[in-house]
């Protein structure tokens, strides 16, 4: 038994509210346990220069990740 009485094959309620935020071009806020995470999408048009004229159609993802402060003990 785990310390908020579950089980040790059951997982943390999880929750999605998607469109949390209104400026983004698409959000969701994810809550599992006492974890809570905002992820947040914007586009631009337009590849990296380094991707220009490549023979198949291609985007690029980049990511940024971060902690708020006290987020952890």
């Not at 089980?7 to 974890?35: C, D, H, W, Y």
């Not at 990296?48 to 023979?55: D, F, H, N, T």
């Amino acid at each position: 038994m785990r310390a908020d009485g579950r089980v040790s094959t059951q997982i943390r309620p999880i929750r999605f509210v998607p469109n949390f935020t209104k400026n983004p071009a698409g959000s969701v806020l994810i809550e599992m346990g006492g974890t809570v995470v905002l992820c947040t999408v914007s586009m631009e048009n337009g590849v990296p220069s380094w991707l220009r004229g490549q023979r198949y159609q291609r985007g690029w993802l980049t990511a940024e990740y971060c902690m708020i402060p006290s987020a952890t003990d």
